[in-house]
């Protein structure tokens, strides 16, 4: 809940103010804890926006994170983000600490660690942290007062987060409900709606909950679900808001959905605390559990899409920030609240819906075993409790889909009896896990739709894979070698006719392979890998497969190769490409002619990204412009050999909304854009590396809205140079009376 957590920080400065001023008193001395306590915890990590904009430039390093309840010391994701630090995931607690000494080192942190449960939580991370009289702060967020002592100097650095007054309250509910802050509600039920938000004690949770339940029942004779609703929520709320009153709401939100959300809903109760969750995976885990009921005249995702808008609509569920992944594109992903998430748990374990191993789950025991999850601390010394209550002494001849978030996942595959009782089992998720071998037995999963083993130590997959004949998504990645990066597809390919989606395929020399990616007629998603060598006969039959894939819709075509050299992607102008694609992705050099020819024939193409394609003069805006639903091309490494790109006034672009180009080595040097191109261009970002690199024509630029800069941080000079041009441009769209630019930078 985001959006709420957002708007109690724009309702209640003053905690801003507060840790300000904390920062102003003791400045100079070493980095100081300013926690702050409340009920539910307000989520300080989005505050930090706030925060680093008071402050200025005076903090050189940031970063936010959520504290689980049995910590360890091995969670740097944080710190991760922003330092990108390589290998963390594989840390263990004392490489992790003392990287982020390391990292912090000399340097002004502030660091917000949100929902710390116990004083030896707040213990362990503090031994960790450097006082290095820098004046750096850690903020702390925490829904116990004893907690927050522990953590602060003295009472005066304590903010007790307040409730939202009575007006806020009102503005809150009635945007949830009515759709605007100055929606009108009926005089009929206003009475009810004063009641309601006395009883929810200003707790933005509360209210956001009870308004989203009522979104649906905004007519005068909706009156009397209005006080159904009011009498279901605890009167002691009103003078007494606590965690067990925050609950009962959260119940009732649940309680009031339909049948087959609540099983939505339930099955989020697999995800640890914080968990970033992709949207599209949840979908995907909904249909391929049965979740999803079929509906004529729609496809199962489109279903399951309306679910999820439907849960998001009620804010039980929260849209969070998207995820930017090189092999995997945009992913758009989601949060639960933890109090949420408390409530699933309780009634995903009520009716033996989930069942919990490891992490705060450790000891809990279940008879019969149907979607199981594995959290972290279900390692190898699990061995102390009874047998039924660990992975290896369950029961798991019913288990349908097992999930694993614990990073040592061979101890647990070998405990599983290397999937030889997982018959009945659809949905298997190994991915972030140390697995570094697949068992062949992994074929005897008649059943499975789903397997996802990104992010693992995997350098391919057992032939047998090719027995999955019900498999629908087949996700592969290494963690950390690039050159074992994909699969070799095996011969046999042709029973997996259900598949839809599969990443990180290679192709080399079998020509019978080639040829029978043709009759996966169901593909909709295909990355797969070329290698430059490949023979010329098994590069026409795959030309001639892919071409025959009538139902693709995301293609990414990527050359183990980084040399400007004839590879399979000039070969592709011989054939018509599938017509329904929309997100093509070519990493490769391209002749013109095949840009020309392959590319200019995706009338239905929505977004292009393109690598290493070493692309001269006009070629690529020429193709591009003339595409009549292109909203997003993304120029990525190499993509242009030339020193100077222009977007000409005669290429119309038609509908293309969004450009982004991350070149490097400096080339092209000049982005130049001609009075009247790209006309409906609302963002531009770009990315800068060494060299001199400029921009030219911005203001011909008459839509732009959004200007994204990222520059590495040893070489500042060159994004600010551009960032004078944006003041100017701005200076000028103010004495014209239009819109300025926001301009947003990152630096590397």
Same mark, same amino acid.
């Given at each position: 809940?985001?959006?709420?957590?957002?708007?109690?920080?724009?309702?209640?400065?003053?905690?801003?103010?507060?840790?300000?001023?904390?920062?102003?008193?003791?400045?100079?001395?070493?980095?100081?804890?300013?926690?702050?306590?409340?009920?539910?915890?307000?989520?300080?990590?989005?505050?930090?926006?706030?925060?680093?904009?008071?402050?200025?430039?005076?903090?050189?390093?940031?970063?936010?994170?959520?504290?689980?309840?049995?910590?360890?010391?091995?969670?740097?994701?944080?710190?991760?983000?922003?330092?990108?630090? /390589?290998?963390?995931?594989?840390?263990?607690?004392?490489?992790?600490?003392?990287?982020?000494?390391?990292?912090?080192?000399?340097? =002004?942190?502030?660091?917000?660690?949100?929902?710390?449960?116990?004083?030896?939580?707040?213990?362990?991370?503090?031994?960790? @942290?450097?006082?290095?009289?820098?004046?750096?702060?850690?903020?702390?967020?925490?829904?116990?007062?004893?907690?927050?002592?522990?953590?602060?100097?003295?009472?005066?650095?304590?903010?007790?987060?307040?409730?939202?007054?009575?007006?806020?309250?009102?503005?809150?509910?009635?945007?949830?409900?009515?759709?605007?802050?100055?929606?009108?509600?009926?005089?009929?039920?206003?009475?009810?709606?004063?009641?309601?938000?006395?009883?929810?004690?200003?707790?933005?949770?509360?209210?956001?909950?009870?308004?989203?339940?009522?979104?649906?029942?905004?007519?005068?004779?909706?009156?009397?679900?209005?006080?159904?609703?009011?009498?279901?929520?605890?009167?002691?709320?009103?003078?007494?808001?606590?965690?067990?009153?925050?609950?009962?709401?959260?119940?009732?939100?649940?309680?009031?959905?339909?049948?087959?959300?609540?099983?939505?809903?339930?099955?989020?109760?697999?995800?640890?605390?914080?968990?970033?969750?992709?949207?599209?995976?949840?979908?995907?885990?909904?249909?391929?559990?049965?979740?999803?009921?079929?509906?004529?005249?729609?496809?199962?995702?489109?279903?399951?899409?309306?679910?999820?808008?439907?849960?998001?609509?009620?804010?039980?569920?929260?849209?969070?920030?998207?995820?930017?992944?090189?092999?995997?594109?945009?992913?758009?992903?989601?949060?639960?609240?933890?109090?949420?998430?408390?409530?699933?748990?309780?009634?995903?374990?009520?009716?033996?819906?989930? *069942?919990?191993?490891?992490?705060?789950?450790?000891?809990?025991?279940?008879?019969?075993?149907?979607?199981?999850?594995?959290?972290?601390?279900?390692?190898?010394?699990?061995?102390?409790?009874?047998?039924?209550?660990?992975?290896?002494?369950?029961?798991?001849?019913?288990?349908?889909?097992?999930?694993?978030?614990?990073?040592?996942?061979?101890?647990?595959?070998?405990?599983?009896?290397?999937?030889?009782?997982? =018959? $009945?089992?659809?949905?298997?998720?190994?991915?972030?896990?140390?697995?570094?071998?697949?068992?062949?037995?992994?074929?005897?999963?008649?059943?499975?739709?789903? !397997?996802?083993?990104?992010?693992?130590?995997?350098?391919?997959?057992?032939?047998?894979?090719?027995?999955?004949?019900?498999?629908? *998504?087949?996700?592969?990645?290494?963690?950390?070698?690039?050159? *074992?990066?994909?699969?070799?597809?095996?011969?046999?390919?042709?029973?997996?006719?259900?598949?839809?989606?599969?990443?990180?395929?290679?192709?080399?020399?079998?020509?019978?392979?080639?040829?029978?990616?043709?009759?996966?007629?169901?593909?909709?998603?295909?990355?797969?890998?070329?290698?430059?060598?490949?023979?010329?006969?098994?590069?026409?039959?795959?030309?001639?497969?892919?071409?025959?894939?009538?139902?693709? /819709?995301? !293609?990414?075509?990527?050359?183990? *190769?980084?040399?400007?050299? +004839?590879?399979?992607?000039?070969?592709?102008?011989?054939?018509?490409?599938? /017509? $329904?694609?929309?997100?093509?992705?070519?990493?490769?050099?391209?002749?013109?002619?095949?840009?020309?020819?392959?590319?200019? @024939?995706?009338?239905?193409?929505?977004?292009?990204?393109?690598?290493?394609?070493?692309? /001269?003069?006009?070629? $690529?805006?020429?193709?591009?412009?003339?595409?009549?639903?292109?909203?997003?091309?993304?120029?990525? =490494?190499?993509?242009?050999?030339?020193?100077?790109?222009?977007?000409?006034?005669?290429?119309?672009?038609?509908?293309?909304?969004?450009?982004?180009?991350?070149?490097?080595?400096?080339?092209?040097?000049?982005?130049?854009?001609?009075?009247?191109?790209?006309?409906?261009?609302?963002?531009?970002?770009?990315?800068?590396?060494?060299?001199?690199?400029?921009?030219?024509?911005? +203001?011909?630029?008459?839509?732009?809205?959004?200007?994204?800069?990222?520059?590495?941080?040893?070489?500042?000079?060159?994004?600010?140079?551009?960032?004078?041009?944006?003041?100017?441009?701005?200076? =000028?769209?103010?004495?014209?009376?239009?819109?300025?630019?926001?301009?947003?930078?990152?630096?590397?």
């Amino acid at each position: 809940m985001n959006a709420l957590l957002r708007m109690q920080s724009e309702v209640a400065p003053g905690a801003v103010d507060h840790f300000l001023r904390a920062r102003e008193d003791d400045a100079g001395h070493g980095s100081v804890p300013a926690p702050g306590g409340g009920v539910p915890a307000p989520g300080a990590s989005v505050r930090v926006p706030s925060l680093r904009r008071r402050q200025g430039s005076q903090g050189t390093s940031e970063a936010s994170a959520a504290a689980d309840r049995k910590p360890a010391v091995g969670d740097g994701q944080g710190i991760k983000e922003e330092d990108n630090v /390589r290998n963390i995931d594989t840390m263990d607690e004392d490489k992790l600490a003392a990287k982020l000494k390391e990292t912090l080192k000399n340097k =002004r942190y502030l660091i917000v660690i949100d929902d710390v449960w116990s004083e030896a939580a707040w213990d362990a991370i503090q031994c960790v @942290l450097p006082d290095n009289n820098c004046g750096s702060r850690i903020i702390v967020t925490t829904r116990i007062d004893t907690v927050a002592r522990a953590c602060s100097h003295g009472s005066d650095c304590i903010y007790h987060i307040k409730a939202l007054g009575a007006e806020d309250s009102k503005k809150l509910f009635l945007s949830r409900v009515f759709g605007s802050t100055n929606g009108a509600c009926p005089r009929e039920i206003e009475d009810v709606m004063q009641k309601i938000l006395r009883k929810c004690g200003g707790l933005p949770l509360a209210i956001v909950s009870i308004a989203s339940l009522l979104a649906s029942y905004k007519s005068p004779e909706s009156r009397h679900m209005w006080e159904v609703v009011l009498k279901s929520i605890g009167s002691h709320m009103e003078s007494h808001p606590t965690l067990e009153g925050m609950r009962q709401i959260v119940v009732l939100s649940y309680d009031h959905l339909p049948h087959h959300l609540k099983a939505c809903m339930m099955y989020l109760s697999i995800f640890p605390e914080d968990f970033v969750i992709v949207k599209e995976r949840l979908l995907r885990r909904w249909i391929a559990e049965g979740l999803v009921a079929e509906q004529q005249g729609l496809a199962l995702m489109e279903v399951a899409e309306g679910y999820f808008s439907e849960l998001v609509s009620r804010s039980m569920i929260d849209r969070a920030a998207d995820i930017v992944t090189y092999y995997d594109g945009r992913e758009e992903t989601c949060r639960v609240h933890d109090m949420m998430l408390e409530v699933m748990v309780t009634k995903s374990l009520e009716a033996n819906f989930v *069942s919990l191993i490891g992490g705060q789950y450790e000891g809990m025991s279940y008879d019969r075993v149907r979607r199981l999850s594995i959290h972290a601390g279900e390692g190898p010394s699990s061995t102390s409790m009874s047998s039924k209550k660990t992975a290896a002494g369950m029961n798991v001849q019913h288990v349908r889909s097992l999930s694993m978030f614990e990073f040592e996942g061979h101890h647990l595959l070998s405990r599983l009896g290397e999937f030889t009782l997982l =018959r $009945l089992l659809r949905f298997l998720n190994l991915r972030g896990t140390d697995i570094s071998v697949l068992p062949p037995e992994v074929g005897q999963l008649e059943h499975l739709q789903t !397997l996802d083993v990104r992010l693992t130590f995997l350098k391919g997959l057992p032939e047998t894979v090719t027995e999955l004949e019900n498999l629908e *998504s087949l996700q592969f990645s290494n963690k950390d070698d690039y050159w *074992s990066f994909h699969w070799e597809a095996p011969r046999g390919l042709r029973k997996m006719k259900a598949l839809r989606k599969v990443n990180n395929v290679v192709v080399t020399s079998n020509t019978e392979v080639a040829k029978e990616i043709a009759e996966l007629g169901q593909l909709q998603e295909l990355t797969i890998f070329v290698p430059s060598g490949i023979p010329r006969d098994v590069a026409e039959v795959l030309d001639h497969s892919l071409s025959r894939l009538y139902s693709l /819709r995301f !293609l990414n075509v990527e050359i183990i *190769s980084n040399r400007e050299e +004839e590879n399979f992607l000039h070969r592709l102008e011989s054939r018509s490409p599938p /017509r $329904l694609l929309r997100y093509p992705r070519m990493c490769g050099s391209l002749g013109d002619r095949t840009l020309t020819h392959w590319v200019g @024939l995706l009338t239905n193409l929505v977004e292009f990204v393109i690598a290493w394609a070493y692309l /001269r003069g006009d070629t $690529l805006f020429d193709v591009l412009c003339k595409l009549p639903n292109l909203k997003k091309p993304t120029l990525e =490494r190499d993509f242009y050999a030339d020193t100077e790109i222009v977007a000409r006034t005669t290429q119309s672009f038609p509908v293309l909304t969004e450009l982004r180009m991350f070149n490097n080595h400096g080339i092209p040097a000049v982005y130049r854009f001609e009075e009247g191109s790209m006309p409906k261009l609302e963002t531009l970002a770009i990315k800068f590396y060494v060299g001199q690199q400029s921009i030219v024509g911005i +203001e011909h630029l008459t839509n732009l809205k959004e200007v994204q800069f990222t520059g590495e941080k040893d070489n500042r000079g060159i994004v600010e140079d551009e960032l004078k041009k944006l003041k100017e441009e701005n200076a =000028r769209h103010k004495r014209n009376g239009s819109n300025q630019l926001i301009v947003k930078v990152r630096y590397e």
